[in-house]
């Protein structure tokens, strides 16, 4: 509940950016790089090139969150509607797709995204592309598990036995029973993708500067670690604060999806 | 039961192998005998108890009945017409026929649906409008024993054990089925809750007047509510009669091993055949011969040689009436079988 409200909270900062930021996240300032906490009407500091911390945090979140939730979403529909259909028809058209699923799986997520990433060039779509890419696999992974056990459940032997046809069995007996614990997988994976889109923008692989995103604030503001760390930390504070609001989400989610609760 | 009534449902020859998964590309293929020629007949009204041991392919039968499997072979005919040509009966004629309840009550039951939604379900599949399916659903759990207002709008997880399987009986019975299957549907309730369901189903059964494939591995329970018997043994049908004939009168040293494991309470009816050793064979390579020599205490040479069919009973002066009804898949059951225990006579081979 408190993650949600939380989640929330980020969610509308990021979105009303425009009117929260109290200064212009891409105006530089030689004068004032990296000053501390309050400095002269800059809450959380400045950067290493003098632009205000908060707001570019602020700023940031709408990239951060965009990268985070869109490979998902497009990944939970491809892969989803992948796992679901090997699994409800099975045989070879489950080996078909699944095997196919596993050579993406083999690799580590994080050498695929930069792999892909790396091979189409730097830039916010080409990094949503890959990260949907590296997402499919395991959502399709679950969403086969998930709907093979309810296949072989008596209740759709039962629907069979009664004489309904696939798609009616489908809709009623089988989604309803798989959709759960697939939008719960995904959600978790939420967290994780925010974490790679920030790793592949710190890579130089995804968002570019100037903008504000936080993967890319933490690899600029790398090399101030050792002259201001509590501003050099912000950014994966935030990238920290995020996933596990959305971790929490997965549990709580998971809780209100359990039919037995 | 009129024996000169055509039966309602009439399979022959009945048998699915199962592929063992995991083997080599090169190696001989390998198969699981789950049911290997199964021959069968259920009279009208009747309830026929399928009995076994765990692996004997009891369930896969059912499954084949009502093709939530695919046979390799055989043919299924209910009331007269065969299943699967053209001019016959339609697999989805005969699944609003026949209806199943399954042993575990809980998976049988979509977790989300209301048990309502859950019986008005097969009505609907079959063009009930919604509000002719609620009112089948609502009056079928009236008569499996359950308040529709009390009980219409609960999910499975708020029911016991035994009210799901009552809700089962009622989702089974929205059809208005001929032909009942019962898998093992009370096995796994308590005793009180079991009696209470048993006698449900009995009491259905007049009715309604249903006809029930009842099978079970449990003895007392095949007794109490069947008419007939059918004993399996790795696939195949060692033993069918009537109950009296089947447990009085066993013909096949398995049946009369299985009764014998009974237990007994009374102590001086105690069977003092000896028990079984050991377990069944594997059923993907079935001895040769008769299935069950390798356990069996009459197991003679000859029995490695010949499969022994399932012939009538030599019939006997007191038991005369019935023995048309009581075969047998035994050796010593079949005159000149060449086994030493084998019934001497000039009969033919039926």
């Avoid at chain 1, 009117?19 to 105006?27: G, Q, R, S, T, V």
């Avoid at chain 2, 369930?59 to 209910?78: C, K, M």
């Avoid at chain 2, 929205?174 to 009995?202: C, F, G, R, T, Y």
């Avoid at chain 2, 102590?267 to 594997?282: F, K, S, Y």
Wanted: charged share 15%; aromatic share 6%.
């Amino acid at each position: 509940m408190v993650c949600a409200m939380l989640l929330a909270l980020i969610f509308l900062a990021a979105i009303f950016a425009d009117y929260l930021a109290p200064a212009d996240p891409y105006k530089t300032s030689m004068l004032l790089r990296l000053k501390p906490f309050g400095f002269r009407g800059h809450l959380l500091g400045t950067d290493e090139l003098g632009r205000d911390l908060l707001s570019r945090l602020l700023y940031g979140g709408r990239l951060s969150l965009l990268m985070g939730v869109s490979p998902v979403i497009a990944a939970l529909a491809v892969g989803a509607t992948l796992g679901i259909v090997a699994g409800f028809v099975g045989g070879a058209v489950n080996t078909m797709i699944m095997r196919t699923v596993d050579v993406f799986y083999a690799f580590p997520s994080v050498l695929l995204a930069i792999a892909i990433s790396g091979s189409l060039g730097a830039g916010i779509p080409n990094a949503i592309l890959s990260l949907t890419i590296v997402f499919i696999p395991p959502i399709a992974r679950v969403a086969e598990s998930v709907t093979t056990g309810v296949r072989n459940l008596d209740y759709v032997g039962a629907a069979r036995a009664s004489g309904a046809g696939a798609l009616s069995i489908m809709r009623i007996h089988v989604l309803r029973n798989v959709l759960g614990p697939i939008f719960v997988y995904a959600t978790s994976l939420i967290s994780v993708s925010i974490i790679l889109a920030s790793g592949l923008s710190f890579l130089g692989l995804g968002v570019e500067p100037p903008h504000a995103e936080w993967g890319l604030m933490l690899n600029t503001l790398r090399p101030a670690i050792y002259l201001n760390p509590a501003v050099a930390a912000l950014p994966g504070a935030a990238i920290l604060v995020t996933s596990i609001c959305f971790n929490l989400l997965t549990d709580g989610l998971r809780q209100a999806m359990d039919v037995r609760a | 039961m009129n024996a000169a009534e055509p039966p309602v449902l009439q399979v022959s020859g009945l048998r699915k192998y199962f592929p063992v998964r995991g083997q080599a590309a090169w190696s001989r293929k390998l198969h699981v005998r789950a049911v290997d020629g199964v021959d069968l007949s259920i009279r009208r009204g009747e309830t026929l108890g399928i009995v076994g041991e765990s692996g004997c392919g009891k369930s896969t039968l059912a499954r084949l009945l009502i093709r939530l499997i695919e046979p390799d072979a055989g043919d299924v005919e209910f009331d007269g017409r065969r299943l699967g040509i053209r001019g016959g009966i339609s697999v989805r004629e005969m699944r609003r026929a026949v209806q199943m309840v399954f042993q575990d009550s809980f998976a049988s039951l979509n977790p989300r649906l209301t048990l309502e939604a859950t019986i008005a379900y097969a009505p609907a599949v079959h063009g009930a409008s919604p509000a002719e399916a609620r009112r089948r659903a609502h009056s079928v759990l009236a008569q499996v024993g359950l308040a529709p207002e009390q009980f219409a709008d609960r999910y499975p997880h708020e029911l016991s054990g035994g009210q799901r399987q009552r809700v089962n009986i009622a989702r089974a019975l929205a059809l208005q089925p001929q032909l009942m299957i019962l898998d093992e549907a009370v096995s796994a309730l308590d005793k009180s809750v079991e009696a209470q369901v048993l006698n449900l189903l009995l009491d259905l059964k007049d009715e309604l007047g249903l006809t029930y494939l009842f099978i079970s591995h449990d003895l007392n329970v095949v007794q109490y509510l069947s008419d007939r018997v059918a004993v399996m043994y790795l696939g195949r049908v060692v033993e069918i009669g009537t109950v009296d004939a089947v447990y009085d009168r066993s013909a096949h040293p398995y049946t009369r091993a299985l009764l014998a494991a009974m237990p007994a309470m009374d102590p001086d009816a105690r069977a003092t055949e000896p028990p079984l050793q050991g377990d069944p064979p594997n059923p993907i390579d079935p001895p040769s011969g008769c299935r069950f020599r390798t356990r069996c205490v009459f197991a003679e040479p000859v029995c490695a040689t010949v499969e022994p069919p399932l012939a009538a009973v030599h019939p006997t002066a007191s038991t005369a009436p019935e023995a048309a009804d009581h075969h047998a898949a035994c050796l010593m059951n079949l005159p000149g079988s060449r086994h030493s225990r084998a019934p001497q006579g000039a009969l033919e081979l039926a």
